[in-house]
């Protein structure tokens, strides 16, 4: 679909008024449109997805890094504007920027009113938004009423179906039951269950990793807790969305054993070797920062020192099925300005291009 013809069936679906009451009304457009332009002014022209600006990241002529419809957004990046305009009119700006998916965090939108399952299914779809993930918690044991997987198994599966999810998990670390490897064992046995459940179901059950999730057991100093994670869970039932700026922040903290011999730690390694376990990734850029904590500051998509043509460039091709098995998600934790933040991505991730060296 062309552009031109892409702006204009937006425009016949921003014309019904009845999409669940709040889809793209005049006050809403108005607050959308105001804070785009302002965004837009403040970072210079716009251009469409594949003409961003060259943060020296391989732009170029050659084959699109980013296949096509596999590019989302997190929308806890977009919570600010969920909360106070709704889905509708974020999901008209998502679909504007050229997004194909979604990963929800809730599915709430705050003062713009109720929503239910059905209704928020349906909106995306009229947007041309594949909802293909969801997080929800992992455990609050001192809460049986809590969504999580581990007080509310059925409950958040037959949500997530409701929604037609492919895929369902958390971004809650492993940590349940401390941080040995025993206790490590004992979380793998409960995301075993979630996965064999899931599976049951059509879906495959995921976990987010930070950077704490590459530390080492308290008492195995010698083992990565990463690791034991991978080698207890099963394969067909477990897998892993692996956020990237948080696994380089790992490998800056965790490169090195507590006693100070080396443990190399490169999170592409981890992807290339275990192909099939990555369905999903956070692609989440930062400044490389020693003095940090973390060794970077995070920072919009393409304005950071990750090098995400070549992340994308070897996952794509080095693994099997690589430009249809992976998604892609988008995403920066607290944005200056949230739908600037989405539209840069876009721009930025459809605008990289394979080089010479076969990326």
């Not at 809403?28 to 251009?47: E, F, L, N, S, V």
């Not at 391989?58 to 977009?78: A, F, M, T």
């Not at 195995?220 to 948080?246: F, G, Q, S």
């Not at 054993?257 to 999170?267: E, H, I, K, S």
Request: proline fraction near 5%; include cysteine.
């Amino acid at each position: 679909m062309s552009r031109t013809s892409k702006d204009t069936e937006l425009a016949r679906r921003l014309s019904r008024r009845n999409i669940l009451g709040v889809a793209a009304g005049a006050t809403a457009a108005t607050i959308i449109g105001t804070a785009t332009a302002q965004a837009a002014a403040a970072q210079g022209p716009a251009k469409g997805p594949g003409h961003g600006q060259d943060h020296g990241h391989g732009h170029g002529k050659g084959k699109p890094v980013l296949p096509p419809g596999r590019l989302g957004i997190q929308l806890y990046s977009l919570r600010d504007k969920i909360s106070t305009l709704g889905f509708a009119p974020v999901f008209a700006e998502l679909e504007k920027y050229g997004y194909d998916e979604i990963e929800l965090a809730g599915y709430t939108q705050g003062s713009a009113g109720p929503i239910t399952l059905a209704q928020l299914k349906r909106l995306a779809k009229d947007h041309g938004l594949n909802p293909i993930g969801s997080h929800v918690g992992y455990y609050d044991d001192n809460n049986p009423g809590a969504y999580t997987f581990a007080q509310n198994l059925e409950k958040v599966l037959d949500d997530a179906q409701a929604l037609g999810l492919k895929h369902i998990g958390t971004a809650s670390g492993p940590f349940r039951y401390g941080s040995t490897v025993d206790g490590w064992k004992r979380a793998a046995d409960d995301f075993n269950t979630y996965g064999a459940a899931a599976r049951k179901r059509g879906m495959k059950f995921y976990q987010h990793n930070h950077a704490e999730e590459f530390s080492f057991a308290t008492d195995k100093p010698n083992v990565r807790l990463y690791d034991v994670l991978l080698a207890e869970t099963d394969p067909d039932l477990v897998y892993l969305e692996m956020d990237i700026y948080w696994a380089y922040c790992a490998q800056f903290r965790f490169s090195k054993r507590v006693d100070g011999t080396r443990a190399p730690l490169d999170p592409l390694k981890y992807v290339l070797k275990y192909p099939n376990r990555y369905p999903l990734f956070h692609v989440k850029d930062g400044v490389r920062d020693e003095t940090t904590r973390d060794g970077y500051r995070m920072t919009d998509v393409g304005d950071g020192d990750i090098d995400y043509k070549t992340f994308l460039s070897k996952v794509t091709s080095r693994t099997h099925h690589g430009r249809t098995y992976h998604h892609w998600q988008a995403e920066h934790d607290n944005p200056v300005e949230s739908l600037a933040f989405a539209r840069k991505s876009s721009e930025h991730l459809h605008s990289l291009r394979t080089g010479r060296c076969g990326d």
